[in-house]
């Protein structure tokens, strides 16, 4: 049976953590003394009660964390978190609808990055601020999150850690879960402010390369300008963004291994590091070569945005230097390539993850030499280990649920009479979590703004499965999980 006042209990803590990032921009808004003071301190105090009345339901619960008390949460508290924080938008006024208010929320907490307001710069710093902070939350997980700061609170942490992780190996660097949390929040910490830095040094204000920062090494896409980095028509910032987007996808065990145990050797024989950066060097070349020859971008300009948009939409970030969806569309179809794949498992990123689809090429080479060879005994081996045969089904299993939620999302986004290319590229990039869109009536620079209210909720169910790997999420859904035993 499950454990319903443990999970209340959990929740209810875990909202006093969400009114504590709300007071941080509170902070914020009262210091530029803007109108969202008043939607901030509401929207605290309701968190705070709800928080109160889930740990007065959850009181003398037993901090005993089972499986199915660990899916239930890490759904749940997603959720709620962006229930809750769409009320300041709401409330101040800026956004008149609760749908357009959660899904924005949403797409900040699972760093999806597609935004439905038209004029960002609209909006006052707390606000802005507040978009920000819910990617970078948001980019390690919740749970994660919670795991680093406050380990006692989750009893089965280590089950609510295999609910929320990303990719199909769960790395671990430490026996203690909470220690190996606080040394990927320290690389986290670490690449955020060396972000802020750079983009300080290159000119950028301190407001401004904060909420950029975030937004890069969460790998989300939310700025504080309508014309996102193409404000600043800098080649160093568009740079040092790439670079930043690169290192964020990928897996934060091997940049643990990297900067802190100096092992250069491991960190390169990595093959999902490989295929990562494979994939990201043929697409910026093939790219850059197109608009040279076809659109006649000089070479420097060419490499530089070409690079900047791969980085963008293979680590799931969706920050724009330019506007590709004026390059020819041969373009699109490596950007959409890259949307799907993602970076890394262990990091920010959403998509399938490079691992997988490393996995995937071993399953199909020794599917053919099975042909060759039936009663041969091949095993799919990544980084010299063993891939169990389990892993492989699993690996089957996510595509398959991946691919029939792209096509259920297409099919209903037509019915809604959406444009092909953006039914499709909206179904995939909010299921990889990355935010911009390809085609004629939405493109990569434009807002969801005009999306009906129904496509609006079905984008939001499709962020919170990608980021959550859909197992997590659809679990809910079946009988056999609320049956007793």
């Not at 934060?252 to 024989?269: A, E, M, P, W």
């Not at 969706?318 to 004026?326: H, V």
């Not at 499709?462 to 980021?467: D, E, N, T, V, Y």
Request: hydrophobic share 50%; net charge positive; with cysteine.
């Amino acid at each position: 049976m499950i454990n319903f006042k443990l999970v209340y209990k959990v929740i209810g803590s875990l909202l006093f953590i969400e009114a504590i990032m709300m007071l941080s921009c509170l902070v914020v808004s009262i210091y530029y003394r803007e109108d969202d003071v008043i939607a901030f301190l509401i929207t605290i105090a309701i968190s705070v009660l709800a928080a109160i009345g889930l740990k007065f339901k959850g009181y003398g619960a037993e901090n005993r964390m089972g499986r199915r008390e660990a899916y239930l949460l890490v759904t749940f508290i997603w959720v709620i978190f962006s229930a809750l924080g769409a009320l300041p938008f709401v409330i101040s006024g800026y956004l008149t609808s609760y749908t357009d208010a959660f899904l924005e929320t949403m797409s900040g907490f699972t760093t999806t990055g597609a935004t439905i307001i038209d004029d960002v710069e609209a909006l006052p710093h707390g606000l802005l601020f507040w978009r920000s902070l819910t990617h970078w939350i948001g980019g390690l997980g919740i749970m994660f999150f919670t795991i680093a700061i406050l380990p006692s609170l989750v009893g089965g942490s280590v089950k609510v850690f295999s609910a929320e992780a990303t990719g199909p190996i769960k790395s671990r660097m430490h026996p203690r879960l909470s220690t190996t949390a606080k040394w990927i929040w320290a690389i986290y910490l670490i690449l955020t402010a060396g972000c802020a830095v750079c983009f300080w040094l290159f000119g950028m204000n301190f407001f401004d390369s904060i909420n950029y920062s975030m937004s890069i090494t969460a790998t989300g896409g939310f700025a504080t300008h309508n014309s996102s980095m193409a404000y600043f028509d800098s080649a160093a910032m568009d740079y040092t963004a790439a670079i930043f987007m690169i290192l964020s996808g990928i897996n934060f065990s091997l940049l643990y291994v990297l900067i802190f145990k100096g092992k250069l050797k491991d960190f390169i024989k990595d093959t999902e590091l490989r295929f990562y950066l494979t994939v990201i060097s043929l697409s910026t070349v093939f790219i850059a070569c197109v608009l040279t020859i076809k659109s006649g971008v000089p070479v420097a300009d060419s490499f530089r945005n070409a690079l900047f948009q791969v980085s963008s939409f293979i680590s799931t970030t969706g920050l724009f230097n330019t506007d590709a969806g004026l390059w020819p569309h041969i373009t699109w179809v490596v950007l959409t390539v890259c949307m799907v794949f993602g970076s890394c498992a262990g990091s920010t990123s959403g998509g399938v993850k490079c691992i997988r689809g490393a996995m995937l090429l071993r399953i199909i080479r020794n599917e053919f030499k099975h042909i060759l060879h039936p009663r041969a005994v091949i095993p799919v081996r990544l980084n010299g280990t063993n891939i169990p045969y389990q892993s492989q089904a699993t690996l089957l299993v996510f595509f398959a649920l991946y691919g029939i939620s792209c096509i259920v999302a297409f099919f209903c986004f037509k019915l809604m009479g959406l444009e092909t290319t953006n039914a499709i590229t909206i179904a995939i990039s909010s299921a990889s979590n990355v935010g911009p869109a390809l085609g004629a009536e939405i493109g990569p620079t434009m807002s969801w703004s005009s999306l009906p209210d129904a496509a609006k909720w079905i984008c939001s169910a499709l962020m919170l499965m990608g980021r959550l790997e859909f197992f997590s999420v659809l679990m809910l859904f079946m009988p056999s999980f609320w049956k007793k035993n």
